[in-house]
């Protein structure tokens, strides 16, 4: 129980009586994957409160705070694959879902299926690389409880912007992982 009041400099000036009543369950897990765009990045110093640059400690305290509001999963931006075994360790001890990974910038998936930097057409090595970027990911994060990692296509693209990933997309799922990408409604015909 407990009061909201609403006051000016001069005076309240409203006040309402507020009781919660806090019922004894905890709710079931979602049958869905929840997450959100975490672009914190873990790495020696003392951190920041920018999105970005994260103190090791702090990343864990951001994390452990997603779990303690109900967020069981979230997307990492340009996590180094040399730290990616130390971040699922700590979204392990925070209670944090491994089985499903959404990775933006780890593998680079974009540029190999042309359309950017004047690539014409997807470059054979190129996808060759990629796919073997996929296979070191999903072996090194396997360990870990993940069964499913989704690398990030190139953000918000339309036309042939995003029709020229198409073969870098299908490498990846070649080599065993997925693609999400943000985009708009016309994004679903165009690549579905």
């Not at 309240?12 to 919660?20: E, H, I, N």
Request: charged residues 25%.
């Amino acid at each position: 129980t407990g009061d909201i009041v609403l006051r000016t400099p001069q005076a309240v000036v409203a006040k309402m009586a507020l009781t919660v009543r806090v019922l004894p369950f905890d709710l079931l897990p979602p049958y869905y994957t929840s997450s959100m765009d975490y672009h914190g990045k873990p790495g020696p110093g003392a951190g920041t409160i920018s999105s970005w640059g994260k103190s090791w400690p702090q990343f864990r305290a951001e994390l452990t705070n997603m779990v303690a509001h109900g967020l069981r999963n979230c997307q990492h931006y340009g996590i180094a694959k040399e730290i990616l075994p130390k971040v699922l360790r700590i979204r392990q001890k925070v209670g944090m879902d491994n089985e499903t990974l959404y990775l933006k910038g780890t593998v680079r998936i974009g540029t190999a299926g042309g359309g950017l930097h004047g690539q014409a057409k997807a470059d054979p090595k190129a996808l060759a690389k990629l796919k073997e970027e996929v296979r070191e990911v999903l072996d090194l994060v396997r360990p870990f409880g993940t069964k499913t990692v989704y690398f990030y296509g190139i953000d918000e693209r339309r036309g042939e912007e995003l029709t020229a990933q198409r073969a870098a997309w299908q490498a990846v799922r070649e080599a065993g992982g997925r693609v999400f990408t943000a985009g708009w409604a016309d994004n679903i015909e165009t690549m579905g």
